[in-house]
């Protein structure tokens, strides 16, 4: 084992037959060379280290990209942030004194981050985003993502917050009538909250009640997003939920009325 951190085996001669810093897994450390087509993988949880849902490529183009992968099968969903260097890089330096490419100073200290909100990046191509599916990402003030379910929405595994969350209530009934449907269900408004992606219908030059209308009268509608005249439809699963400065829109989430689902939980006890 060098001071750098590189597990040697060696020969009698003292030549390698093989080394860790050619194998690399989830991190790189000083002095390590990340070659063309090499590859990091970000770890699955703190305590799982697995094959997580983010890699680091370093592309036989010479460009250096970010991905989102599903796990475990490891398919990668488009780039969500590269170097934009085809052509032009070879490798990827971490430097003896602690320097790779601008993002890590001497001891360990990050100073810069890239991207410096994967919350706000994270949004085409596919898959669930930084978060689960039906769930939204909040980049917190220590830098960290935190992953949040929408109002009566819980997480599937609490343990296992990136398998996204779930609808603590039965779908909506496309059999009941506009009627029914105005007794049984209601609008939780957020702002501050975006889900960029998943549209499956839309509509202009409406205002807020009658995009509320056409979520309504629509069995398969779980979320409506309106913004200044424009209504987006989204159903289930939702992907790709953000937190952040989204101007004037407000996201609608369908859900049942309180007394509604009291009555129901009172009736399945019986």
């Known amino acids: 084992m060098l001071d750098t951190g590189n597990f040697m085996l060696v020969n009698s001669q003292g030549s390698p037959r093989w080394q860790s810093f050619q194998v690399p897994s989830d991190t790189i450390l000083p002095s390590q060379v990340l070659d063309l087509g090499s590859h990091l993988s970000a770890h699955l949880m703190d305590d799982d280290y697995s094959s997580g ?28 942030w590269s170097s934009n260097t085809p052509g032009n890089g070879s490798k990827l330096v971490f430097n003896e004194n ?9 001891g360990w200290t990050p100073v810069v981050f890239q991207p410096p909100d994967i919350c706000q990046v ?23 993502v935190d992953c949040e379910c929408p109002p009566q ?15 603590d209530f039965a779908a909506q009934s496309c059999e009941a ?32 009640e009658q ?15 309106y913004d200044d005249g424009n209504c987006k ?3 289930l699963p939702l992907s790709i939920g953000r937190t952040g400065n989204s101007g004037s829109k407000k996201v609608l989430i369908k859900v ?6 009291v009555s129901l939980r009172i009736f399945t006890k019986r």
């Open 53 to 80: 849902r983010f890699t680091l490529l370093v592309q036989t183009d010479g460009n250096l990209v970010l991905y989102t992968v599903a796990a475990p099968s490891g398919f990668q969903y488009d780039a969500y």
């Open 233 to 235: 439809k989204k159903r």
């Open 177 to 208: 009538d506009a009627s029914e449907t105005h007794e049984l269900y209601e609008f939780i408004a957020m702002t501050n909250v975006d889900r960029p992606s998943s549209d499956y219908e839309q509509y202009s030059s409406m205002d807020e």
């Open 153 to 167: 929405y819980s997480f599937l595994d609490a343990d296992r917050k990136y398998r996204g969350c779930k609808p």
């Open 211 to 225: 995009c509320r209308e056409e979520c309504f009268a629509d069995c398969f509608c779980a979320v409506a997003i």
């Open 98 to 106: 602690g320097i790779t490419v601008g993002v890590w100073s001497d």
């Open 122 to 144: 994270t949004n085409s191509g596919g898959g669930s985003g930084a978060c689960g599916f039906n769930s939204y990402c909040r980049f917190n003030e220590n830098q960290h």
């Open 256 to 261: 049942p009325k309180v007394n509604v689902r």
